[in-house]
């Protein structure tokens, strides 16, 4: 006699159904994010180009994998209605998983370092979820678990499911909008794609689809101080661990496991002030508001312009605004708190401002 054990449940189908429906259609209204070239002097034969992930309709980078987290937790079953959703997160991941759960009608807590700036606590609140901070940014793994069991929802995991969430082949990835909006310019198989790790899920996709699409494009990963992904990846060691990071945004204190170091052709390890230096220097250069990470980014694809200058190579750099400088008006905006950090930022202003005229970035 054969046993039968028969969970299939029309109604909560249908739910899911009407949630993928909804968090897709967002996607459909939402067009893609712009590339824009900054102005580097034509005669270097060396184009910068600018993915605006800014302008997602969350703010931030963000956007893209908490739709894709949302997806694959609702094609897997793991997110009903009325679940609860958490999630452990420096910031815009929260905001923009904020967002989603609002669309769904499902509560939403993020569990943060209490140290996250206080615009993005108050955008996650403005998209109707809740903050749980905790004093040390180890914990938020642990907590986020706790909370998910005491209430029965589900704990999202960036940090895990980035990587494996988003469809590396294609599917309007980050990867295949970035190659395609190459596909008119002079050199539209970049030498060089610049991003940070915060969960590792950006650089996978990345680094994968290059490969997959058989591009020789090199992907670098720029990593600020007190993270450990960058001590990690020079001594191939996945057990590193590390005080965390002041750039919100990327940076870990422990190796994430969605962190694929094998996708990776270079990282750089980038101080702090050289961060905020180039944030600021690239809102007043191309009249855009960028955030930290960002400077991140922009500092690492200054190195890697100023290499190919000294060999006298031709080709484009892609890096990515992450988000707007102003969810960071009281922290990297502020002289004030950068004195209190103890970070200069001068000379690496200094450095950021000869290299647009002579193409080298020397001295530190």
């Known amino acids: 006699m054969s046993r039968i054990v028969d969970r299939c449940d029309p109604g909560c189908r249908e739910w899911i159904a009407e949630a993928i429906r909804k968090v897709e259609a967002d996607a459909n209204r939402s067009a893609d994010t712009h590339l824009h070239v900054f102005p580097l002097p034509p005669e270097w034969g060396i184009d910068l180009y600018l993915k605006d992930e800014s302008v997602h309709p969350t703010g931030s980078l963000k956007h893209r994998l908490a739709r894709s987290l949302f997806l694959y937790g609702l094609a897997n079953g793991w997110i009903r209605e009325g679940t609860t959703i958490i999630e452990a997160s420096s910031g815009s991941t929260a905001v923009s998983e904020a967002y989603f759960a609002r669309l769904l009608g499902l509560p939403f ?52 499911y980035a990587e494996r969430a988003t469809d590396w082949r294609g599917n309007n990835n980050i990867a295949e909008s970035i190659f395609g909006q190459l596909r008119l310019e002079r050199f539209p198989e970049p030498a060089w794609i610049v991003v940070g790790a915060g969960t590792g899920g950006t650089s996978a996709t990345i680094g994968r689809y290059a490969r997959y699409q058989r591009f020789q494009t090199r992907v670098a990963v720029v990593d600020p101080e007190g993270s450990a992904f960058f001590g990690a990846y020079a001594d191939e060691d996945p057990a590193r661990t590390a005080a965390g990071s002041r750039i919100e945004g990327i940076g870990r204190p422990r190796v994430e496991p969605s962190f694929l170091p094998t996708v990776i052709d270079r990282m750089v390890q980038v101080p702090d002030a050289a961060s905020v230096a180039a944030m600021r220097w690239t809102g ?31 080709g484009s750099v892609v890096t990515l605004i992450c988000d707007g400088a102003e969810r960071y008006a009281g922290t990297y905006g502020s002289d004030a708190w950068l004195d209190a950090q103890g970070l200069d930022i001068a000379p690496y202003t200094a450095a950021l401002e000869d290299f647009l005229k002579t193409g080298a970035l020397a001295g530190l």
């Not at 807590?109 to 700036?117: G, L, R």
């Not at 930290?292 to 190579?313: D, F, K, P, V, Y």
Request: overall charge positive; glycine content about 12%.
């Open 284 to 314: 007043r250069v191309t009249g855009r508001s960028v955030g930290g990470s960002t400077g991140t980014n922009m500092w690492g694809a200054a190195l890697l312009i100023a290499e190919m200058r000294a060999r006298g190579e031709r």
């Open 109 to 160: 807590t993020a569990v943060m370092p209490a140290a996250t700036s206080v615009e993005k606590i108050e955008l996650i609140e403005f998209y109707g979820g809740r903050c749980h901070l905790v004093k040390d940014p180890t914990t938020i793994y642990a907590e986020s678990r706790r909370l998910a069991a005491e209430c029965g929802g589900h704990f999202m995991d960036q940090f895990t």
